[in-house]
Structures are given as C-alpha cells and as structure tokens.
C-alpha cells in the first residue's frame, strides 16, 4: 500500500506518523509566563540534536486557530526553559499537566508537582522527575502548524542513584515513551549490537 500525504488529510498523516515513529521520548517541559506563573506540558517530538555543544529539541503543534501554545510562547519571551524525562513513577502527574488549563493557571500545582528553583535559568525544575535539563533557547523555527524549539542544555540534574560511571543507569531511570493514541511503554527487552569496523 502506497499513501500519499497530499491525497489525505493533516490528521491522517499525523496518525500514520505517531504510530510509525515508535516509541518516541517524551519531553516534559517547564516555561514561565510574563506574570512569572510556572507552565508545564508533555511533548512527544523530543529528540537530541547536537552534543557538542549538547543541544536538545521539541516541535509543538499549534491550537486549531493556528496561535502558539504557552510553552514555546513563553520560550520566545524569556529565552529559557527546562526538559524533564519522564518515567514509571511520574507519568501519571506529567500526563496530567497536558490538562487544557487557560494561560494563568499553572499545570504544575493542578498535577500536584513541586517546583524547585533552576541554577543556570530563572525556570524551575520538577522535584519528582529524576533528570532536568536546564536550558538556553537557541532557535524557535516555525514549521507551517508547529514550532519548534532548540535549545543548549546548560545543566544537568540526576538522581545520584541513576549514575554510574558517567552513564545513565535506565533500568534505574524507567523511561517511559509515546506509542500512537492514549498508548505508552516502558522498557521491554533490551539488548547490544557492535558497531561494524572497516577493514578494507
């Protein structure tokens, strides 16, 4: 079956993509409004996008009138924001901060999560998530119905008992990733591939 993407709708395409592109990590992203109140929201088209210097990415789909949500509004304001991993034992709060609160009303207090101050950025961090990136904006692009943010990671926080060695211990970690629907998954089974070596 071949599908072309001018020969369906935005929505169509948009349910062949999230059930294609699985499991997607999930960004768990606090900004903060011109009034200072604390916005937070999941989004599911994260991914890494340079180390060097380390740089991450999310793209937010706009509301239907085509305005910007409040997260990459905030961004493009303040010019600062921090991504959190979500994982088994805070999936429920973080689903419910995608709750369609008016701009003035903090997800975080709705959910029941507890901020605590950034060091590099003005935006606070969420106690309950074992890994925080603070970050710098670095580019808003917008892509037609969507935005996306680039931003310089400037920090790390991780839970002590997640490191070893330098690396992320993700049994430890217990990611968790956006499958299509209402639909997500925990690790499962893992295993390791060598990378292929040359030899001509």
Known sequence: ????????????????????????PIAFVTSVDEAGIVNAAPFSFFNIVNDDPPMVMFSCVRKADG????????????????????????????????????????????????????????VPRVQECKIAMEC???????????DMVIGEVLGFHVEDELIHNGRIDVGKLKPVSRLAGASYAAIGRTFELDRPQYEP
């Open 136 to 146: 710098r904006l670095v580019q808003l692009v917008e892509l037609g119905h969507c």
């Open 1 to 24: 079956m071949y599908i072309q993407t001018d020969g369906q709708t935005a929505h169509d395409n948009y349910k062949l993509l999230i059930g294609s592109i699985v499991p997607r």
């Open 67 to 122: 305005e910007m949500k409040h997260t990459p509004r905030n961004i493009a304001a303040n010019k600062e924001f921090v991504v959190h991993i979500v994982d088994e034992d805070n999936i429920a709060a973080v689903n419910h901060t995608s709750i369609n609160a008016p701009g003035g009303i903090s997800e975080l207090e709705l959910a029941g999560l507890t901020a605590v101050p950034g060091q590099a950025v003005k």
